[in-house]
């Protein structure tokens, strides 16, 4: 019989001496490293929750030796790491929780289903889905080319079905783009900022790494183009603007400047070579004392946000122009690459941008949503456009944002630690689960997020959630002053009374007097479900209220259609 014995948690409780029983032996007796070997044979979930029952067993969980078994097991090919503090765990956790996920808004079949997943893959980073196939970076630069299976409909129309196989594309990729509308059948090529080992000179044995943009084409993966850079020049990421005939790269130095060249992408496929120009960004030209830290882009528009938190903007349609902004007054046609300064009342960490919408998200974990509103998709509760950032008050802490054509998606995790997906904006063709009417405000989706979930992407024909939870990536996200949170009661100067100027008592009046204006109890109960959804709740108090309006709104089905009488 083995007794644990933890010196900080005492002897375990009734642990005397039993007549028959034998001696007990404690844990502690057997060699550390005969112990981790035991352990690593253990699934990590119970790796996990067997170091968290006392001291000792935190330890021996813990340590690297254990997190390297388990490694080597789950990825036989990974055999070393050098990267973060703990790189062993680090691997582990990042193969063990890798999987992507998707559900087809189309057919039948509506569920969360997985593709297939690549042994070689260390985590997963980032993925892009294109017209017929997904492509996926891992954490070695690694990109991976999973050729779907293709489904054709009764209506003529391509769905996609799960990921069949899967090949190498290339290793020593930085980042990769492709065309930045939403519909997937604009994407024909993708361009892939990788790094390559260049001759120094012709007839000698010396090379020097160069970093190179590889252009592939999505339906074959075969290499049309490429483009090799000074070794001088180091870059992080690659975004695409503009159209086919005039597409823009911008590529992101790791100094923080932003680099553009043009190409005719209806070109590349032609067995010919040409030189390309290099210039800086106007952006890097106007304002050289800021370092960017990422981009975001679509076909018409540019994002910028510095290390400092702030946010620039290029627009290259006066059309997007007045979407975005509500006006065309400072638009100047004959200078598009005019950066223009957002007002935010705090540092944005990252952001989604739409094709006339976008989204932020600050240090304290706050949203604010800007642009076009016409189908709700800024989920403020209205259809009403917006002209400047505007915080969405009962949204916090998102893991994920997504702005698509005339919708958006947050990826949100609450108390409890469970996930949920929240949507707003149009319903048609499925791309909010359970909602096919849309709605104005975010609500919660018919959808199973899985536990690691860590971004997400929507398409026409499909949702798509990307799993892999990295140890050393936490929340950066700060507590906002108690002064600044809606609904904390303020003591007021003259009286000393505490106060809610413009909190929850007026955001209960606002959901009140909503209700009140629905003509039916149908629509009524719609309107509460609505309201439901934005409230800062956990996520089983959710599904308990949603259930309960479920319930009720079967039983008044037989309901008319005039304002529901008291009795009702």
Not at 16 to 37: A, M, T, Y
Not at 149 to 159: F, K, Y
Request: hydrophobic residues 35%; glycine residues 10%; aromatic residues 10%.
């Amino acid at each position: 019989m083995v007794k644990r014995s933890c010196p900080s948690c005492g002897p375990e409780p009734g642990g005397e001496e039993k007549k028959g029983r034998g001696n007990p032996i404690s844990v502690q007796l057997f060699p550390p490293e005969l112990v981790e070997h035991i352990i690593s044979f253990l699934p990590v979930r119970d790796v996990v929750a067997l170091g968290q029952t006392c001291h000792y067993f935190h330890e021996v969980c813990d340590a690297e030796g254990v997190w390297r078994r388990i490694c080597r097991k789950l990825s036989p090919r990974l055999r070393e790491q050098g990267s973060g503090v703990r790189p062993w765990k680090r691997a582990a956790i990042l193969n063990y929780t890798k999987g992507l996920y998707f559900q087809a808004f189309g057919g039948r079949r509506r569920c969360l289903s997985k593709s297939v997943a690549p042994q070689l893959a260390h985590g997963y980073r980032r993925f892009l889905p294109t017209k017929d196939h997904i492509f996926i970076l891992d954490y070695s630069g690694t990109l991976f080319f999973l050729k779907n299976a293709l489904v054709s409909s009764t209506l003529g129309q391509i769905q996609w079905k799960r990921a069949c196989r899967y090949v190498v594309l290339c290793r020593g990729a930085k980042d990769f783009a492709s065309d930045p509308r939403c519909d997937t059948v604009y994407r024909k090529y993708l361009y892939v900022l990788a790094t390559r080992e260049q001759l120094e000179v012709v007839g000698t044995t010396g090379s020097r790494v160069c970093d190179c943009v590889e252009v592939y084409l999505q339906s074959s993966g075969q290499r049309v183009f490429k483009m090799t850079f000074h070794h001088s020049m180091s870059f992080k990421q690659i975004v695409l603007v503009g159209q086919e005939t005039q597409r823009a790269l911008l590529l992101l130095t790791e100094e923080g400047k932003i680099y553009s060249l043009v190409v005719n992408e209806t070109q590349l496929d032609q067995p010919r070579s040409y030189t390309v120009q290099l210039a800086l960004r106007k952006v890097s030209r106007c304002l050289p004392h800021l370092r960017v830290a990422c981009m975001a882009s679509n076909q018409s528009s540019t994002l910028y946000i510095t290390n400092e938190g702030g946010v620039y903007f290029e627009v290259h349609t006066p059309g997007v122009y007045r979407d975005l902004f509500g006006t065309l007054q400072a638009f100047d046609p004959l200078d598009q690459q005019m950066p223009l300064a957002l007002s935010l009342p705090a540092k944005i960490l990252f952001c989604a941008l739409g094709y006339n919408h976008l989204g932020l998200v600050d240090e304290f974990g706050r949203i604010f949503m800007q642009g076009n509103n016409r189908y709700g998709q800024l989920g403020t509760g209205d259809k009403m456009d917006r002209g400047e950032p505007t915080q969405v008050h009962y949204l916090q802490h998102p893991i994920a944002l997504w702005c698509g054509l005339n919708h958006s998606l947050v990826l949100s995790q609450g108390l409890d630690f469970s996930k949920e997906l929240l949507g707003c904006g149009c319903g048609a063709g499925g791309r909010l689960p359970g909602w096919p009417k849309g709605s104005a405000s975010f609500v919660k989706l018919h959808v199973k997020v899985p536990l690691c979930a860590c971004s997400l992407c929507s398409t026409r024909e499909c949702l798509y959630m990307l799993s892999s939870h990295d140890i050393e990536h936490h929340p950066a996200y700060r507590d906002l002053p108690a002064s600044k949170v809606v609904g904390t009661p303020e003591p007021n100067p003259g009286s000393g009374v505490l106060q809610d100027p413009g909190g929850t008592a007026w955001a209960c009046k606002e959901y009140l007097s909503q209700i009140h204006s629905c003509p039916t109890l149908q629509d009524r109960m719609e309107k509460m479900k609505e309201i439901v959804g934005w409230m800062p709740l956990l996520a089983a108090q959710k599904d308990f209220f949603w259930e309960a309006l479920d319930m009720l709104q079967k039983a008044a089905g037989g309901v008319g259609q005039g304002p529901p009488t008291p009795e009702s």
